[in-house]
């Protein structure tokens, strides 16, 4: 499937595609699109250019079964001036791998990348990112969160590459991850190359367990340990969920992790 959206155009609603196999997509000089992908099983390609003073809002939710395989690869490409906010959202998931490539080929281009994952069972999900400031005045930034239940495995590996002239490039990078049971297991490796000078560029990853002096002080105040529980777990994400501009979205995905907690 091919999309194009015209120069200085703004898609006065959100488009929701059911994924396809192969999706390209082109948001001209000045074009503003806003985008949901309800992910689907299998191996999913996605390409986007984003030109110059376009801006592009997406979010991939996936939707796939806790039994599916599900590769998704997707690519962005930033001319100068243009402006990406992206979240990947595995909720109910089996085993997933999103591997995330985005370059910032024009001054001015600018990056919010978030992820947030949240898993039991045995469920094994992926986030492999690649963030390449390949030119001057140019920032990124990502959040990624994993909630891990029961036996699974989240892995988080991020890179990102300032290349040679890349002067004056701004980058976060921030991993956070909270494992509910010790058989949860997390995989995170936060990474920066750098090949010049004046930059402004951290990174951090952290992974730990239920604040138990939180859960006791809760249920001091009459909150059962499992309403205490699924309240610190959904407050722990909701820094990701509010990074998302679409206000109809972002109550979608408030309502949908809530409901996830609560039929785990």
């Not at 990624?144 to 004056?168: M, R």
């Not at 991850?177 to 949860?184: G, H, I, K, P, V």
């Not at 205490?228 to 979608?252: H, K, S, Y």
């Amino acid at each position: 499937m091919e999309i194009v959206v015209a120069k200085d155009t703004k898609v006065e609603k959100s488009l929701q595609l059911i994924e396809d196999q192969q999706l390209h997509i082109t948001i001209e000089d000045g074009a503003h699109l806003e985008l949901v992908l309800d992910g689907i099983s299998g191996h999913v390609v996605t390409e986007i250019f984003v030109g110059k003073g376009a801006t592009l809002d997406l979010c991939d939710l996936d939707k796939s079964s806790p039994n599916s395989t599900r590769i998704h690869d997707l690519t962005i490409r930033q001319d100068a001036n243009s402006h990406v906010f992206a979240h990947s959202i595995s909720l109910a998931s089996g085993n997933t791998t999103n591997n995330t490539h985005v370059n910032l080929c024009g001054e001015g281009a600018e990056l919010h990348l978030n992820g947030l994952v949240v898993a039991g069972d045995s469920q094994r999900i992926e986030n492999h990112t690649l963030v390449q400031h390949m030119v001057p005045h140019t920032s990124s930034n990502q959040i990624y969160k994993y909630v891990l239940d029961d036996k699974a495995v989240g892995t988080y590996a991020g890179l990102v590459k300032v290349l040679e002239g890349a002067h004056h490039t701004v980058s976060e990078q921030i991993n956070r991850n909270l494992c509910a049971t010790r058989e949860a297991r997390m995989f995170a490796q936060p990474q920066l190359e750098i090949y010049n000078d004046d930059v402004r560029c951290n990174h951090g990853s952290s992974t730990g367990q239920m604040d138990e002096s939180a859960l006791f002080y809760m249920q001091q105040r009459g909150i059962s340990k499992r309403e205490a529980r699924l309240l610190l777990m959904f407050a722990f994400l909701g820094e990701v969920v509010n990074q998302v501009r679409i206000p109809t979205l972002r109550e979608q995905l408030n309502t949908l992790v809530e409901n996830r907690f609560r039929n785990a």
